[in-house]
Structure formats: C-alpha cells, structure tokens
C-alpha cells in the first residue's frame, strides 16, 4: 500500500511518542541521535503534546510522518534556525537554515522509498519557508544513513560539526535540486 505523507498535528502526540520512542531503542540510535530513550520514556505527557503541537504549525519546526495503515512507519523533522540564534549543538548559527533532524525509517519499511518522500515534503516546506537548502549532521560511522542520504540528493559539504569524541559530517541538499530532480 501507498504511504501518505503528512505534516504531524497536535492531537497526534501519542504517534509522536511512540515513533520517537521506537526510534531512540533502534541499535543504531546511539549514531543516529542526540538524546536517548532513557532520557526521553519518562517524559509526561505534556512533554510529547507540546513536542506535536509546536511541529503541527508555525515556520520554526515541522514534523512529517509517513503512515501505511493508520500505522507511522517513518518520520523526519525540520528544525529551522536564523543567524545568531544556538543550533542543537549549542553553536551560534551564522546563517538561516533548516536543518533535517530525527530521521527514522521502521526496519521492515526501509529501502522502499520513504525516505525520498519524507525528504521530498519537508524539502518543499523549507522552500516554502524560503531556505535554499536543507543540512543535516550524521555520524560518520552511521555508513547505512550516509548512503542514504546520498542517494537522496544530498552531499558532503566537506564540513564537521566537532560532537563527543568525534565530529559529524554536514550534509546539504539544495532545494532548488531537489525541485528539479522530481520533474
């Protein structure tokens, strides 16, 4: 069956949970993330309502889902940031951007095609937000994720972003490419 590919909204934030949940007990979470499950499971709910409804609308967040079924089996998330504010790194941010952020595919629904569609619908809202590109940051030992992201247009801008003991490679997909690559 066809996936739909939606923004998230407010009154979906037990989804949200459960899919974030899910996301932070996948083996390559520790890669993948930069919070954990034992960080986020206790959360109350006001947490998780605040969480969906802060990415059900507005230009600072937007959250997209993949659903087969009424089940969500992917999800990614657009942070934006403007010149000067902190990113999530705590790096003050030198130009606009809106970074791709917790990206998850459910195993059995990998490779199918999900990703390029998530990509594609918060690829189209960053445009609409008027941004040119979307960044995002991935450890380099996350290979699978890598490929991935490759194959979905984006590139290696050369750049890392120093995090721990290591430092992740920033990855930038210009929207106006993507735009022209779904024609």
């Given at each position: 069956m066809k996936p739909t590919i939606s923004r998230v909204r407010a009154d979906q934030w037990r989804q949200l949970r459960d899919s974030r949940l899910e996301a932070l007990?996948?083996?390559?979470?520790?890669?993948?993330?930069?919070?954990?499950?034992?960080?986020?499971?206790?959360?109350?709910?006001?947490?998780w309502q605040e969480r969906a409804a802060g990415a059900a609308e507005g230009s600072a967040i937007s959250q997209w889902v993949a659903e087969v079924d009424g089940e969500w089996v992917g999800t990614v998330v657009v942070l934006t940031f403007r010149a000067g504010a902190r990113d999530y790194y705590g790096n003050t941010v030198t130009v606009d951007r809106a970074n791709l952020v917790g990206v998850y595919i459910q195993p059995d629904s990998r490779r199918a095609g999900l990703l390029e569609q998530l990509i594609d619908a918060a690829a189209a809202w960053a445009a609409d937000m008027g941004f040119t590109a979307l960044q995002l940051d991935v450890h380099p030992d996350n290979v699978a994720a890598i490929k991935a992201y490759l194959r979905c247009g984006f590139v290696d801008t050369g750049e890392r972003v120093p995090y721990g003991d290591t430092a992740d490679v920033v990855?930038?997909?210009?929207l106006d490419a993507r735009a022209n690559r779904a024609l």
């Open positions: 007990r996948d083996p390559l979470a520790p890669l993948a993330f930069l919070e954990t499950y034992e960080e986020r499971q206790h959360m109350p709910d006001e947490f990855m930038r997909l210009g």
